[in-house]
C-alpha cells in the first residue's frame, strides 16, 4: 500500500508538471533564426522594436546562426520556426534530395547588401572601376554564398574578368571563399588581400578607419535578386497559417515605417538591435541600403528574380538542376499585403 501511494503520489506529481509545461507554453512565440545581424535586414528589427509583432500577439524569439546553412539546420531540425536566409540554401538542399524541403514564403531583400572594401593606400581607388580589379585579391565570403557568388557573376558578367582561386594563367582576380563569414573582416583588416566584401554598419564603421574605403556597392550591379528571404517548412505553413499572416503584416508595418521615417526615426527604431553602433551609422547604412533599393518593396519573390538567381549559382558552378519556381516558393501569405 506505501508503494502504491508512493507511486501515485510521483504519478501525480508528473502529471502536475506536464500540466504546467503546457500552460506556460507560449503558442504565439515565433522562433526566427537569422543568417547574420545587419541593417540590411532592417524591417524586420523595426517591427520588432516597433511593437508590430505584438500588436498582431506575436513574440518573436531572434537567434543569430550565423550562416545559411545553419539556419537550414536550425529549420529541418526544428530548432527554429523561420529562417531569414539567403535562397540559395533552399535550392541546395532540394539539389540534394531533400523530400518535404523548406519553402521561400517571403523576399525581404531585392538586391546584394554587400560592399567592396579596398585600401586606401591603393591608387585605384582614387576613381574606382571595376576593370581595375584585375589582378586583385579579394577576400569574398563562404563558397556558394550569395556574397562570393553576386560579386563572381560582376565580374564574369557585367566586366569579363576571369575568377579564380590563385593568379593561375587565365586568372584575372582572385575571389578567397575559404575563410569564414565572420572572419573575412579582420582578417583584412589583418593585412590579407587588396579588397573585402561587408555589410553595413560594418562596413562603414571599418572605413572610419582612413586606411579603408568603400569602392562599390554590389546591389547596384545586379538588381532584382531574391537576396534575403523568410523560410519555413511547408508543414510548418500549413499549420501556422494565421501566425504566417500576422507576421506578414507586421513585417509590412515595419518596411513602411522605414521607407518614410525620419533621421531621429531610424534611430529610435533600431538603437535597440544596434546598441553598439553609433547613431549617424545606423542613418547612413539605412540610407545607403534605401538607395541601391535593397529593401524589396513587395515581398512576393517573382518569377524572374528566381530565374536571376539560378543564373549566379550556375554561373559559380554550384547549380546540379534547376529547381521550379512553385515546388519552391509560397507567395499565397505575401500577395495578401498587396
Known sequence: MKKFCILLTIFISCFAVMLTACGNKNENKLRVSEVTHSVFYAPLYVAINNG???????EIELTNAGGSDTVMSSLTSNSADIGLMGPESVIYVRNNGMKNAPKIFAQLTACDGSYLIGRSSDENNTSFEWSSLKGKYIIAGRKGGMPAMTLKYILEKNYNLTTGKSFDEGVDTVLDTDI????????????????????????????????????AALGDEVKDVPYTCFVANQSYLNKNSDKIDKFMRALKKGYDFLMQATDDQIVNALKKSFSDTEDELIISSVKSYIEIGAYADSFVLKESSWNTLHKIIDNAGELKANVNYADAVDISFASKLY
Do not use: H, I, R
Open 52 to 58: 508590430y509583432f505584438k500588436e498582431e500577439g506575436l
Open 180 to 215: 569564414a563569414f565572420n572572419l573575412t573582416g579582420p582578417t583584412f583588416v589583418g593585412g590579407t588581400g587588396d579588397y573585402v566584401t561587408m555589410f553595413d554598419p560594418v562596413a562603414t564603421q571599418t572605413v572610419q578607419d582612413s586606411q579603408y574605403v568603400n569602392v
